[in-house]
């Protein structure tokens, strides 16, 4: 773990000179990863996962030994020291004959395992979050270009028909016509520029980037990737990382179960030393000592530690449930998704782009009406909108698909 967190941090720091420079390009795997180098809940999760490993060291400490001096029959005719007195020297250990230790160390073991799942998962959100928001941002960046260019065009059609109208060979309300399409694409770019704005501000808060940063996303948005194959005949719920962490729950619900029990068991508590009394004479003790199990047995604990099983293994078939369905639904819209675009997206928008180019040209040569025109040009920039939205669907079930698959 701590191995992958300077990776991360060495690759943070050596794109943070492309991050932080105007109209960068920024791919996905360098969002991602400067994501996972800069995201400080990522360093929080790292800091538990330490922390929960020093508390398994600890777990498995030997306790210390005890040792005791004591001193008997301090009267009133002895001296300062108490030279008629009895003197005691005592060393005791306890051996935790019970299994306290080892069921700590499986409880702590499987809290540090739980740890690093956790700081696992959090990595996997945050590469997840900043995925979607990059083709989020693609998208909206790809549409105020899109409405750029047809904002473009009508300024060079208005300029066109405006020295038209100066000859006299069209009418005004013609010229309207035109003047009032290229008010709504403007607006509408205007509009395109804002949601980009929005978007490329919501990456940089995925990727903990300065929020004046500004990329040019250089991932092509209609390259059509493909979702990660996943291993022949496995589990999507060992896949996952929500699954592992319920698996680890039993484990974890098991472990304190053994550890109750233990705790409802004595220990034993040897003691060795020995004594000088008046005369100076020395003689050894020894001795050992054990709770009697008579009135407490821990067995309420125990109870409760199985029920506690029981619990974890109910979460652990909700969750393998939730994931299945979740896998069934991400495939089911991927599926959809790619065939929306490849069967009705993409060719309607090459259709609508070859109409277009047709009434321009016939437009242009005397032979179309301006209101078929500007149909024209209305059906090719929806169905250009809807292109790109189609690949922005596409890109995040693809995305969507890998994580619930585990695959990311």
Excluded at 12 to 17: D, N, Q
Excluded at 241 to 265: F, H, M, P, V
Excluded at 275 to 291: E, S, T, Y
Excluded at 376 to 401: F, K, W
Aim: overall charge neutral.
């Amino acid at each position: 773990m701590k191995r992958f967190l300077w990776f991360y941090l060495l690759t943070g720091t050596f794109l943070w000179a492309q991050v932080c420079h105007a109209q960068t390009n920024l791919s996905l795997q360098n969002a991602v990863s400067y994501a996972l180098a800069h995201r400080p809940e990522l360093r929080a999760a790292n800091a538990k996962v330490s922390a929960a490993e020093d508390l398994q060291k600890q777990a498995g400490a030997l306790p210390n030994p005890r040792f005791l001096f004591r001193k008997e029959d301090l009267r009133s005719g002895t001296s300062i020291l108490g030279e008629n007195s009895q003197t005691y020297w005592e060393g005791s250990q306890l051996l935790e004959v019970s299994g306290k230790r080892s069921g700590r160390i499986d409880v702590a073991k499987t809290g540090a395992a739980q740890s690093r799942l956790q700081a696992e998962l959090t990595r996997r959100e945050i590469a997840l979050a900043a995925r979607q928001a990059y083709w989020t941002a693609k998208a909206t960046q790809a549409l105020a270009d899109l409405y750029q260019q047809d904002s473009k065009y009508f300024d060079e059609v208005i300029a066109y028909h405006a020295a038209r109208f100066h000859e006299g060979k069209i009418a005004e309300v013609d010229l309207l016509r035109i003047r009032l399409q290229g008010q709504q694409i403007r607006a509408a770019a205007a509009n395109a520029e804002l949601d980009s704005e929005k978007a490329q501000l919501a990456l940089a808060r995925e990727m903990n980037a300065p929020a004046d940063s500004r990329w040019t996303l250089s991932d092509d948005l209609a390259n059509l990737e493909e979702p990660q194959p996943t291993p022949s005949g496995s589990d999507p719920a060992t896949l996952r990382i929500e699954g592992q962490i319920a698996k680890e729950g039993i484990a974890e619900a098991q472990a304190r179960t053994r550890l109750e029990r233990a705790n409802g068991r004595p220990d034993l508590l040897f003691t060795g030393g020995y004594k000088r009394d008046a005369g100076n004479l020395d003689a050894p003790i020894a001795g050992v000592q054990f709770d009697l199990p008579l009135f407490n047995r821990n067995r309420a604990a125990v109870s409760a530690a199985k029920a506690q099983t029981e619990a974890a293994q109910a979460s652990y078939q909700a969750t393998s449930n939730q994931i299945l369905a979740e896998t069934a639904l991400a495939r089911r819209e991927y599926d959809l998704r790619r065939n929306q675009f490849v069967n009705v997206f993409r060719p309607l928008r090459d259709q609508a782009v070859e109409i277009s180019n047709i009434s321009r040209a016939a437009y242009q040569a005397g032979g179309l009406d301006l209101i078929r025109f500007l149909d024209a040009e209305r059906a090719r920039v929806d169905a250009e909108l809807s292109y790109v939205r189609a690949l922005e669907s596409y890109h995040l079930s693809v995305v969507e698909l890998n994580y619930t698959e585990g695959m990311d």
